[in-house]
């Protein structure tokens, strides 16, 4: 089992609808959670951080958190075409402090 | 602006030659930092913890007489591919914790260098 997993999609949207990207994890006692935003050729961009159970909103983000099911999502409202980018679920290792990222997931926003 | 610097951000070599990637953290100290490998399409891949002052740890799997890791100072660490073979040629990226905060916190990322071997 990996350790961060996510669904490499691409996972298309029509411009203006909400994007679902989700992502479970396998240590459970994992405290810090992160969703990066990567687009092609770059280094990945924070979007969101969350650590504690429930929703977390900025702007037109929002994380979930289920640290009993060890589920954390990223949802885009509005989703625009420069949203579309590789999606990277990171998970924090409590055992070395380590920064653990899925395979990303490929979001496409149509116009 | 940035605050972790990254450099170079191309290199393009023959094979055998080493490479040398610096990875700096501007206006603050960084007394660990972190070395990543991507492959096309895939994800981040955390290849070692370069630790200022002391060695560095390298994950499993990862040849530390391959990927020599030096963190002399409190603002530098740098990844040498030594004798690079094509299939070494990935996107190499490095990051740092912000100043004042843990490991488990969000990282500086470097902007990443694109080494391609011939």
């Known amino acids: 089992q990996k350790e961060v997993e996510q669904n490499s999609g691409p996972l298309s949207v029509p411009e203006g609808a909400i994007a679902s990207l989700n992502c479970t994890y396998s240590?459970?006692?994992?405290?810090?959670f992160f969703w990066y935003r990567q687009y092609s050729g770059k280094s990945p961009e924070l979007i969101m951080s969350i650590y504690s159970n429930g929703d977390k909103e900025d702007g037109r983000f929002t994380a979930q958190l289920n640290k009993a099911s060890q589920y954390v999502s990223l949802l885009i409202r509005d989703s625009q075409p420069s949203d579309s980018a590789t999606y990277l679920c990171?998970?924090?290792?409590?055992?070395?402090?380590?920064?653990?990222f899925g395979a990303g997931t490929r979001l496409f926003v149509k116009a | 602006g940035a605050v972790v610097s990254q450099h170079p951000s191309r290199v393009i070599c023959k094979s055998g030659t080493s490479v040398k990637i610096e990875c700096r953290s501007l206006?603050?100290?960084?007394?660990?930092m972190f070395w990543y490998r991507q492959f096309p399409k895939q994800s981040l891949m955390l290849m070692a913890t370069s630790n200022e002052g002391s060695k560095a740890t390298y994950e499993q799997g990862v040849e530390k007489d391959k990927f020599l890791i030096n963190h002399a100072s409190l603002t530098l660490s740098t990844l040498t591919v030594t004798s690079a073979h094509p299939e070494d040629s990935s996107f190499y990226i490095c990051?740092?914790?912000?100043?004042?905060?843990?490991?488990?916190?969000?990282?500086?990322f470097g902007d990443g260098t694109r080494l391609s071997i011939l």
């Open positions: 240590d459970r006692v994992s405290q810090s």
């Open positions: 206006d603050f100290q960084a007394t660990t």
């Open positions: 990051s740092a914790p912000p100043a004042g905060t843990s490991l488990d916190q969000p990282q500086h």
């Open positions: 990171a998970v924090v290792n409590t055992g070395g402090f380590k920064t653990i």
